[in-house]
C-alpha cells in the first residue's frame, strides 16, 4: 500500500529537455525583440524632440541675440546627440556604453553650470557639483582599465590567465593543455 503511494520519478527525455530549452529561448528571444522595440521607439521620440529643439535653436539665433540661450539649446542639442548615440550603440551591442553614458552626464552638469551661472549658484551646491564631476572622471579613467564584457569575452577567466602564479606553468582554466 505503501509503495503505491510513493512518486515515481521518470527521467526527462531528450526531447523533453528540447522542449523546455526550446520555450524558454523563444520566450527569451520574444522579450529581446519587444525591448528593442521600446528602444527603437525610444530612438524616434528622441530624434523628434532632437528636430523640435533644432527649430528653436535656430529661431533664437534671430536678433535680439542672446547668446546665453543659444550656447543652452546648443548644449541641449549635443546632450541630446548622445543619448541618441547611446540608444544606437545600446541596440547594436545589446549593451549600455559606459564611456558614453558617462559623458552624458558631465556634459549636462556643465549645462547646469554654465546656464545658472557660477557665480549665482551657492558654494555648497558648486562643491557638490566638483565632486560629482570628479567622480565622473574617475569612472571614465577606471573604465579604460576594465576588460570589455560583450561579445563572448570573460574578464574573470583573463584576469586569471594574466595573473596566475608565475612560478607554476601556465595553464588554462578550462583544463585544457597548451
Known amino acids: 500500500m ?58 533664437s539665433l534671430l536678433p535680439p541675440l542672446n547668446f546665453h540661450d543659444v550656447t543652452a539649446d546648443i548644449l541641449f542639442l549635443l546632450i541630446l546627440v548622445e543619448l541618441f548615440r547611446l540608444l544606437i550603440i545600446y541596440l547594436q551591442e545589446q549593451r549600455i556604453s559606459i564611456g558614453v553614458a558617462v559623458e552624458v552626464a ?10 545658472r551661472g557660477i557665480l549665482e549658484v551657492p558654494w555648497t551646491q558648486v562643491l557638490a557639483t566638483c565632486s560629482f564631476l570628479m567622480a565622473l572622471a574617475f569612472l571614465l579613467v577606471v573604465r579604460v ?34
Open 106 to 115: 558631465i556634459v549636462s552638469v556643465l549645462r547646469e553650470v554654465l546656464v
Open 145 to 178: 582599465w576594465l576588460p570589455p564584457t560583450f561579445k563572448g569575452i570573460d574578464p574573470e577567466k583573463r584576469y586569471a590567465m594574466h595573473f596566475h602564479d608565475k612560478d607554476f606553468e601556465r595553464v588554462p582554466l578550462n583544463g585544457q593543455g597548451h
Open 2 to 59: 505503501q509503495d503505491s503511494m510513493k512518486p515515481t520519478f521518470t527521467p526527462m527525455t531528450d526531447s523533453d529537455r528540447w522542449s523546455a530549452n526550446f520555450s524558454r529561448n523563444h520566450v527569451v528571444k520574444a522579450l529581446e525583440t519587444v525591448q528593442d522595440l521600446i528602444v527603437v521607439s525610444l530612438c524616434i521620440g528622441l530624434f523628434c524632440v532632437m528636430v523640435i529643439q533644432l527649430r528653436d535653436m535656430f529661431i
